[in-house]
């Protein structure tokens, strides 16, 4: 190989510093590997977006023990919702644990507000001794007799040298991309997210929301909230705001020529979302694209001399009952640094050794959840699940608790008469019954 | 040639956001910056700059200002240094300057001194001609182009409503740098990367020699705010003495008359200073010296 000037040549080099490239900087920085962590924005997690409930504690605890207290984490979910909602009705599922390690160590799940974390997550990499750069956009990726051997940063002389390539570069990643690992999206592949963060008193927010103390609580809506765009929406509890969203799946916002942040409005118009954000003070607007569609748009994971990690790899669970990414995009860095120290062990960096990823991603149950819940993004992600039947268990609980002097019915006609007067055919609602089941029960 | 440039660490005023529910400043979203007269001033130095020439950086301010005098130094400035003392507070411009002199000092004085006009954030505008009274040097303010000639600096200013003036003074000498007159150059990636983690010297008050008394000045103190007030009008008179015609065309121009400046060309820069303040005190601008 050529040797470059020593300050131009790294073990590593992690391209963008979320979840997964900060995570994966940290592991390949502890095993005394020369690792560089390079950043668009102006500082780690300035450019990044989510929900964002980080559901990745225990996987942290294992880097960092007791991170959360040292973290900028805002509440632990000890809440979970699902509603299903009409135009007009909201009919929840709702998990409360108090203990279990859901509001207590190790913890289930964080909110946090991404730009503070991330920042943290990336100072916690760069005090283990990685080299962190921000600023620094990377244009194209290097390549020497066919082999991937570092990055061209958008700055003069910015080539610069790696044995190994760590994309973490999130959604539509351009690395990915360059080296040939991905193609270019459908758009049904990818959801658009419109965030709001509304700042209200920690107190107002623990008496609305029948939190103790700095619990927190996760709303995920699904229904009518976001008309017939297929999609859903968000709602967490922050320390002294609120995060909450709509996420409407790209190709049917543009059949439907809707635009997200008319639906964020009428979501946060909706009877049962209003009380909860009255009153919010709006701090942040942010959007961003989120890779749904799960193993159908996984690229292929490593090159000679490179692998991709985090949304760039498509590690974002988006399955009705799961919302995970960061999680995901963490344990799949993790598995690209724990290959990446492997090959700078054995000093060769071909596919063939890379190829030690997929087992690594196994181990660290990423790709097991990801073909476990294959089936499930391309359903869930259609009109039916995500639209349709939400509205209609809405309608017939309003049906069934409505008292106005008309015969009861009961249940199984109730439903036989409205699927009658919906759009559904019999053997579409068998097949989506199937779908369901094979998504999630076996 | 020797040349010294003052950076100035400020908060970049498109991250400055009110939190909703306290109605104060959120600190904790500002990020800082570069003051922008101050990354033109730097440019220029650099472009100057001979071969056998030196650019050095001053800043004072928190440890924060050491990654602005990083980027300063992976533009290509030689050498940076730092003033700060953590019994500094917010900082006046007068005491910024007398921590900046005694920097300038302590480096051997530079033949050139090169500053941002007004900073971003407090904006006094006074730092240049401040420093130019501790070290005793010409100023020359407003500049937007300049050149040296064998040890003469000829510099062209925008004064107000439009007009230039060209001024002349000898080196060793301070200006102060008009806003966005040049980009600064982006750093080359090696550059970026040799200056992350370089340390910055930093001067406190020892090593500057200044004692906490020398920082010690009468304190500003605000007496009352008032809204600005429109002067009275005069009614226009035409005077009786003159002819008909004069008269008409008094009237006819409502007493119109451009202002009427005065150039101050003789006596030492005391006595002109005197000049001015009686200016002042006589139109009511200044209240008499007791």
């Avoid at chain 1, 968000?234 to 790209?250: A, K």
């Avoid at chain 1, 071909?350 to 181990?363: D, E, G, I, M, P």
């Avoid at chain 2, 920082?215 to 009786?240: G, I, N, S």
Wanted: net charge neutral; aromatic share 8%.
């Amino acid at each position: 190989m050529t040797t470059h000037p020593a300050n131009q040549q790294f073990d590593v080099i992690v391209v963008g510093a979320g979840p997964a490239g900060s995570a994966a900087a940290l592991l390949v920085a502890r095993a005394g590997l020369k690792v560089l962590l390079l950043e668009r924005g102006e500082y780690p997690g300035a450019k990044n977006v989510s929900g964002a409930v980080f559901y990745g504690s225990a996987i942290l605890n294992e880097l960092i023990p007791n991170w959360w207290e040292q973290a900028p984490v805002e509440r632990p979910v000890c809440r979970r919702d699902i509603a299903f909602m009409s135009p007009t009705t909201a009919v929840a599922l709702d998990f409360r644990c108090a203990g279990a390690g859901f509001a207590t160590a190790p913890y289930n799940g964080f909110t946090v507000l991404r730009p503070k974390f991330d920042r943290w997550l990336a100072a916690q990499a760069e005090a283990a001794g990685a080299f962190v750069l921000t600023s620094a956009v990377v244009d194209d990726v290097l390549r020497e007799n066919g082999r991937i051997v570092g990055v061209r940063v958008r700055r003069e002389q910015g080539e610069i040298y790696g044995k190994v390539v760590i994309a973490c570069d999130g959604v539509n990643s351009f690395l990915a991309k360059k080296a040939g690992l991905q193609r270019e999206f459908h758009p049904h592949e990818l959801s658009l997210g419109v965030k709001e963060v509304l700042g209200l008193d920690p107190a107002i927010i623990q008496d609305r929301f029948h939190l103790t103390d700095n619990d927190g609580i996760a709303y995920e809506y699904l229904g009518a909230i976001t008309e017939d765009v297929h999609g859903g929406a968000f709602l967490y509890t922050n320390r002294d705001s609120l995060s909450l969203g709509v996420i409407g799946q790209v190709s049917s916002l543009v059949e439907r020529r809707k635009r997200p942040y008319e639906l964020l409005e009428r979501f946060k118009a909706h009877p049962a979302v209003a009380p909860l954000v009255r009153g919010g003070k709006l701090r942040e607007y942010s959007a961003h694209l989120i890779p749904e569609s799960g193993w159908a748009m996984k690229p292929k994971l490593y090159t000679d001399g490179m692998l991709v990690a985090g949304d760039a790899a498509g590690f974002c669970l988006a399955a009705g009952l799961y919302l995970e990414g960061m999680n995901y995009a963490m344990q799949s860095g993790l598995a690209a640094a724990e290959t990446a120290i492997l090959a700078c062990q054995k000093g060769n960096f071909s596919a063939r050794t890379l190829s030690v990823y997929q087992k690594n991603l196994k181990q660290r149950h990423v790709s097991t959840d990801f073909r476990a819940y294959r089936h499930a993004p391309s359903f869930v992600n259609g009109p039916r699940l995500q639209n349709l039947y939400p509205e209609m268990v809405a309608q017939g609980m309003e049906q069934i608790f409505r008292v106005d002097g008309a015969p009861k019915r009961k249940i199984l006609p109730l439903a036989y008469r409205m699927v009658r007067q919906s759009s559904i055919k019999p053997g579409q609602l068998l097949r989506d019954v199937y779908q369901v089941a094979r998504a999630y029960l076996w | 040639m020797r040349i010294a440039v003052c950076l100035k660490y400020v908060p970049d005023p498109s991250t400055i956001e009110v939190d909703p529910l306290t109605g104060m400043i959120d600190i904790g979203r500002v990020l800082y910056m570069m003051n922008p007269a101050d990354e033109s001033a730097l440019e220029l130095a650099l472009r100057l700059r001979p071969p056998d020439g030196t650019v050095t950086v001053f800043s004072v301010g928190p440890i924060e200002a050491d990654r602005l005098l990083q980027d300063a130094l992976a533009a290509g400035a030689d050498a940076a240094l730092r003033v700060w003392d953590d019994a500094l507070g917010s900082l006046k411009p007068i005491v910024t300057t007398t921590l900046l002199a005694a920097a300038l000092r302590v480096k051997a004085l530079p033949d050139l001194v090169l500053c941002g006009g007004h900073s971003v954030d407090r904006g006094s505008g006074t730092v240049p001609a401040l420093l130019a009274e501790h070290l005793d040097w010409p100023v020359v303010t407003d500049v937007t182009q300049f050149e040296i000639q064998s040890g003469r600096l000829r510099a062209r200013r925008r004064l107000a409503r439009g007009a230039r003036a060209e001024s002349e003074v000898t080196l060793p000498a301070i200006l102060g740098l008009e806003t966005g007159l040049v980009h600064l150059r982006q750093a080359s990636l090696p550059n970026l990367m040799r200056v992350k983690y370089t340390p910055i010297p930093l001067y406190g008050l020892e090593e500057l020699g200044l004692s906490p008394q020398d920082l010690h000045f009468p304190a500003m103190t605000l007496h009352e705010v008032m809204p600005p007030r429109p002067r009275a009008r005069m009614m226009f008179t035409p005077d009786v003495g003159g002819s008909v015609q004069e008269r008409v065309a008094q009237i006819m121009s409502a007493g119109v008359a451009g202002k009427a400046g005065k150039i101050l060309e003789s006596g030492t820069p005391e006595q002109q200073a005197d000049a001015i303040i009686a200016f002042l005190c006589q139109r009511g601008f200044l209240e008499q010296p007791t």
